[in-house]
């Protein structure tokens, strides 16, 4: 947040008299040099996002303590994401023996497929699942005259698999179709 142009406040960090920035969790005042900003979109999968993790500027100390050790995790998950075994509805087939003991995530408003496959993905991931199973990806056209958009959504079951089990089987069915 910025302050007026006419105060004059004192920044915490380096106590330089140009500080007309405020930190968004200890709503001290930051100069430029001292602000840690951060990107709206820093935490684009997580649905849940908790307040503090909304504002746009902080200080060092409030970024190193309490923002820091979030985005790490975050960055993380996102990594696991990439490695989200997905089966589509029309898979019935592959997925019949997974049990589906996870509740169902949804996510709306995507940009396109992959944001939404990637979406759901950090949602099973967040629930200590690597695969998604029974997905559903839809598209709505958006027409407001002459422009047109796309929003994405999607649903799935997050669901636990052995993946050298399914590396075997998968391995066995390209066998059994090349002879």
């Given amino acids: 947040m910025v302050l007026g142009w006419f105060m004059s406040l004192e920044c915490k960090q380096c106590q330089s008299k ?58 993380e998950d996102v990594e696991k994401t990439k490695e989200v075994y997905v089966f589509y509805r029309t898979q019935g087939k592959e997925t019949s023996q997974y049990k589906r003991t996870f509740p169902q995530v949804t996510t709306d408003n995507a940009l396109d497929e992959q944001d939404t496959l990637m979406r759901l993905a950090y949602l099973a991931v967040r629930n200590n699942c690597n695969a998604l199973v029974d997905v559903n990806v839809q598209a709505k056209k958006i027409r407001d005259h002459a422009y047109q958009t796309m929003r994405w959504s999607g649903v799935g079951n997050p669901v636990q698999i052995d993946a ?12 059994l179709q090349s002879r």
């Fill in 18 to 75: 140009k500080a007309y920035l405020e930190c968004g969790i200890c709503k001290e005042s930051i100069c430029k040099k001292c602000a840690v900003f951060l990107d709206a979109e820093a935490f684009l999968y997580m649905q849940d996002t908790p307040p503090f993790l909304t504002q746009d500027c902080y200080c060092y100390t409030c970024f190193s303590e309490k923002v820091q050790p979030l985005l790490n995790s975050y960055y």
């Fill in 164 to 175: 050298d089990r399914l590396d075997r089987a998968e391995n066995l069915r390209r066998f």
